[in-house]
């Protein structure tokens, strides 16, 4: 019942900007950690950085100081602010929520299915 939907996926030159949302969809009583995830043909799916239910984020090393996550709790949506984009962040990027819904007695792991992102040298 519940569904993560992504956009804002596009084409863009290098050290340009995108912004990615994520909206979750269905009977959500609440939402608990948010990610975003990104994989390259190839290679294994990496974490790109995570939002707690209280604003608090984590990032890893490579989109540090370029890449901004923040999240709107009252209408459950997630974003991710890429600026200064570099070729190597061309991936699919996928959204995780820790959700817990009416049909649910314990949050559970939902998933997106993936925006592309293609940055142009």
């Known amino acids: 019942q519940v569904q993560l939907v992504e956009s804002g996926g596009a084409l863009v030159q290098a050290g340009g900007s995108l912004r990615l949302s994520c909206a979750a969809s269905g009977v959500i009583l609440g939402i608990n950690d948010m990610a975003w995830h990104r994989q390259a043909p190839g290679k294994q799916r990496e974490l790109v950085g995570y939002?707690?239910?209280?604003?608090?984020?984590n990032y890893a090393d490579s989109v540090k100081g370029r890449f901004t996550i923040y999240r709107d709790n009252d209408n459950r949506m997630l974003y991710l602010q890429m600026n200064s984009l570099k070729p190597e962040d061309s991936a699919v990027y996928y959204c995780?929520?820790?959700?817990?819904?009416?049909?649910?007695?314990?949050?559970?792991?939902?998933w997106g299915r993936g925006t592309q992102v293609t940055v142009s040298s």
């Open positions: 995780y929520a820790n959700v817990l819904s009416t049909d649910q007695i314990r949050p559970m792991n939902s």
């Open positions: 939002i707690t239910r209280g604003g608090n984020t």
